[in-house]
């Protein structure tokens, strides 16, 4: 320790910014110079993704007024940033500064969206976005999503979510109701596998099954619903190997009329 803080401040930064934001702030109580070091601008601009500027700039309302970088780093950690037009989220994963993201509703492919007699689009206050998407009445039910994986962080595992809330009037979604979500890349294989929406929770065997499984939705921090369609590893290449996550939730079996399904969107996110 005696010979750490010998080193000049410079040479501490430089080997913090080596390391992750969860160090940098274990670093930061080691004692003051560490403390000076690892909340430098130096450091957490090596943690901030790369593009981020760009990003921040397709925002409506971009954030401003942050005394260092670090600041930055914490406020898009804690509050995703709405971007392209209300049409998608963008925030950092705490740990580790890897980007997520989310496509809402009005970014989504949803089959007779347009017709208001099957869906409608409305404001709601606890939503993150201006907009979520209202199942009023359909049989056919299919929401497909596109994210080219150029724009998420390398050599990262990805979990794809579908996050929702059900109405008191919801039908057609219920415990014996299932439904099939899949992800992959375009040409590539793709995994599908059967979820069911259903949040309640009963205490029978099948139920224990599921839920061990990640058959059944969990309630996420913001209060919302959230379903895993799949999963996705970024790897580390070059331009040509980019293309686009396609991630898809289908009931077109049983045809049975469904309701009271509400899609925030479907989130991507670093497990």
Not at 65 to 86: N, Q
């Amino acid at each position: 320790m005696d010979l750490l803080n010998k080193l000049p401040e410079n040479c501490i930064a430089k080997v913090i910014s080596l390391t992750s934001p969860e160090d940098a702030c274990r670093i930061s109580v080691m004692g003051s110079i560490f403390r000076s070091a690892a909340d430098s601008d130096s450091v957490w601009e090596a943690f901030m993704p790369s593009g981020y500027r760009d990003i921040i700039a397709r925002a409506a309302a971009p954030p401003t007024s942050f005394s260092s970088t670090r600041d930055l780093f914490f406020h898009l950690a804690d509050k995703p940033l709405i971007i392209d037009h209300g049409t998608k989220s963008f925030s950092l994963e705490k740990r580790t500064g890897r980007k997520c993201y989310m496509l809402a509703s009005r970014d989504l492919s949803i089959t007779w969206s347009n017709s208001p007699m099957y869906w409608r689009f409305r404001s709601l206050p606890e939503s993150r976005f201006p907009e979520v998407a209202e199942l009023i009445d359909v049989c056919w039910l299919e929401i497909n999503g596109k994210l080219s994986t150029e724009v998420l962080s390398r050599n990262t595992l990805y979990g794809v979510y579908l996050v929702f809330k059900l109405t008191s009037e919801a039908r057609g979604m219920d415990y014996n109701e299932s439904v099939e979500v899949s992800c992959g890349i375009i040409g590539g294989a793709s995994k599908t596998q059967t979820v069911f929406l259903d949040q309640s929770h009963r205490r029978d065997r099948r139920s224990r099954k599921r839920s061990r499984a990640g058959k059944v939705p969990k309630v996420r921090r913001d209060g919302w619903l959230e379903i895993k369609m799949g999963e996705y590893f970024s790897l580390d290449g070059d331009g040509d190997d980019y293309a686009d996550l396609v991630m898809s939730l289908k009931e077109v079996k049983t045809l049975n009329w469904k309701r009271g399904l509400i899609v925030e969107g479907i989130e991507v996110r670093p497990e």
